[in-house]
């Protein structure tokens, strides 16, 4: 079955600096690439994604970039603000009829110093 | 619009018993899923409903079930609990091979 590392674990960064967080997996037939963010006390919310016929994927101060043959992909956010401070989740999926289930990395929690 | 909604969002129960949780999709979403978060950790897979099916099942013991209803709500069911299914257990739904949009969760505590 998938497997999804991640790392950092942790990760501190000051304010206005980037952050980046990378992902690897094993399934070859993973399609589908979410990211999540999730804060004390909350659900998981998705920022961004990215799917396998796409390179790369931006949504203002969030890109997401994928490496199909290496089977890797990476979060990047860049002007980091205290907001962004929480736990970041990245997942792999394979989506086929309607059935799909995602396996989850680890977890990153960044930390953002005013 | 509404979010996804669970309930309940605490409850705490003794080892042995039966707890039925509750999730109720975004307007339109026709499938959920259900994943289980020990603290620390990252969301582990159990079930995938789509139009009232099980599209997929992750590696939980059979205490573990749900359903889907006509209405696309859906109820995670897990007998006797041990100490070990404590946890968050997280709803999500979505309307199809895309993003899910997860609840806030039914944070369980086994004792």
């Known amino acids: 079955g998938e497997n999804v590392e991640q790392h950092p674990s942790t990760l501190s960064v000051q304010e206005g600096d980037s952050a980046v967080i990378k992902c690897t997996y094993s399934?070859?037939?993973?399609?589908?690439f979410p990211w999540y963010k999730q804060e004390l006390g909350k659900g998981p919310q998705l920022i961004i994604d990215?799917?396998?016929?796409?390179g790369e994927k931006k949504d203002q101060r969030i890109a997401v970039t994928l490496n199909k043959t290496a089977k890797h992909f990476s979060l990047h956010i860049t002007e980091t603000q205290p907001e962004d401070s929480a736990v970041y989740f990245c997942?792999?999926?394979?989506?086929?009829?309607?059935?799909?289930?995602?396996?989850f990395g680890p977890g990153t929690r960044l930390s953002v110093l005013p | 619009d509404a979010g996804v909604t669970q309930s309940p969002t605490h409850l705490i129960k003794t080892r042995g018993q039966q707890v039925t949780l509750r999730c109720s999709p975004i307007s339109g979403h026709k499938s959920v899923s259900w994943y289980q978060q020990v603290l620390g950790q990252g969301p582990q897979f159990i079930f995938q409903?789509?139009?009232?099916?099980?599209?997929g099942r992750g590696n939980f013991p059979d205490r573990f079930s749900a359903r889907q209803f006509p209405n696309y709500s859906s109820e995670l069911n897990v007998n006797a609990l041990l100490l070990g299914d404590s946890a968050l257990y997280l709803c999500?739904?979505?309307?199809?091979?895309?993003?899910?949009?997860f609840g806030s969760g039914t944070r369980l505590t086994v004792v």
């Open positions: 990215i799917r396998s016929n796409v």
């Open positions: 999500a739904s979505s309307s199809g091979g895309g993003g899910y949009t």
């Open positions: 997942a792999a999926s394979n989506a086929q009829n309607y059935g799909q289930n995602f396996v």
């Open positions: 399934d070859s037939a993973s399609n589908y």
């Open positions: 409903y789509y139009e009232k099916e099980e599209r």
